[in-house]
């Protein structure tokens, strides 16, 4: 649950990180602004859904900016983000408590940075993020921008999403994905059925 309701004051400043995200996050294929939107709407829904008190202003923060590295390189994006936030955060009316929480936060979210989620808005934003890749919605979202032959991104793509939801933290993540991971493995099963049918119409294919 969160621990209190956002001052006025803070709200504003949520907008200003609002704006720099969104402006920052126009060019992106299928980590763009509808992506935070989802992952910070997921954030909400899974703080006001545990009994540990979570502070609005260091989950929301980190919510939104926890891609803001890949506006710089897919490649270690965690600890870019990191240091993105670090200026931007330091502009802002934040103590330095909550600006070393929210960077916490935006490393610790993905596995590419080598640091595994401990706190409670860490381990909030890591499993929003999660839930944004299952689905229809989000096989396709991430098929995009891949580089590669149709099969090799397939396969190596699928089979990472497979393992998502079994690494959600808390009880009511894995509530709200549940539906969602049936969704995405009946369409990697039949994804599947499909590569694995072309790949035997080409070995059996008789040649004049």
């Known amino acids: 649950m969160f621990s209190r309701t956002l001052t006025t004051e803070e709200r504003q400043v949520l907008k200003k ?8 996050h126009a060019p992106m294929d299928c980590h763009d602004y509808s992506h935070v939107l989802q992952v910070a709407e997921f954030t909400v829904e899974i703080a006001n859904n545990i009994e540990e008190e979570v502070d609005p202003m260091v989950v929301i923060c980190g919510a939104l900016l926890h891609d803001i590295g890949r506006t710089i390189s897919d490649e270690m994006h965690g600890l870019i983000g990191g240091s993105i936030a670090r200026e931007l955060l330091g502009s802002l009316p934040l103590s330095h408590e909550q600006i070393n929480r929210i ?41 995009m921008g891949k580089k590669g032959g149709m099969v090799e991104i397939l396969e190596m793509y699928m089979s990472k999403r497979l393992k998502d939801y079994d690494q959600l933290f808390f009880p ?13 493995r009946k369409l990697i099963s039949l ?18």
Not at 17 to 23: M, S, Y
Not at 172 to 184: A, F, N, Q, V
Not at 191 to 208: A, D, H, I
């Open 17 to 24: 990180i609002e704006a720099f995200v969104k402006e920052k």
């Open 103 to 143: 960077i916490r936060v935006i490393v610790r979210h993905t596995p590419s940075s080598h640091v595994p989620p401990e706190s409670v808005e860490e381990k909030i934003v890591y499993d929003a993020d999660g839930l944004d890749r299952l689905g229809a919605m989000g096989l396709v979202r991430g098929f």
């Open 172 to 184: 009511i993540s894995r509530s709200i994905g549940k539906g969602l991971d049936t969704e995405m």
């Open 191 to 208: 994804f599947t059925r499909r590569l694995n049918e072309r790949k035997q119409r080409v070995e059996e294919l008789t040649l004049p």
